[in-house]
């Protein structure tokens, strides 16, 4: 059974840091690329950062650039996004992505809220 399951949300002051996790099971890591999305009411799907299966090159949106690090653990099945010098306009749900050749999976998510 394919499992994406995020940790590592929760409320942070602005400025401050955070690190995501998304721990897989049931499919074989090393294949998918691995994205981190978020997602706040009324709008789209953003995409945030992207690490590739196999060289790890990694892609983020303007949005996060400099601020957001995603890096992947294959030996952990587990990926990550460090995010520092939060924003209020970061606040939303981070949902992992695995993808695949031929398939798509997608995690719960976790809230993310950066207030003072």
């Known amino acids: 059974q394919v499992q994406l399951v995020e940790s590592g949300g929760g409320l942070v002051q602005p400025g401050g840091s955070l690190r995501l996790s998304c721990a897989a099971s049931g499919f074989v890591f090393s294949d998918y690329a691995m994205r981190w999305y978020r997602q706040t009411p009324g709008k789209e799907r953003e995409l945030v950062a992207v690490?590739?299966?196999?060289?790890?090159?990694?892609n983020y949106a303007d949005s996060v650039k400099g601020r957001f690090t995603i890096s992947r653990a294959n030996a952990k099945n587990t990926v990550y996004l460090l995010m520092n010098s939060l924003k209020p306009e970061d606040t939303a749900v981070y949902f992992c992505n695995a993808l695949g050749v031929r398939y798509s999976y997608w995690g719960q998510g976790t809230q993310v809220t950066v207030s003072s």
């Open positions: 690490v590739a299966s196999g060289d790890g090159r990694t």
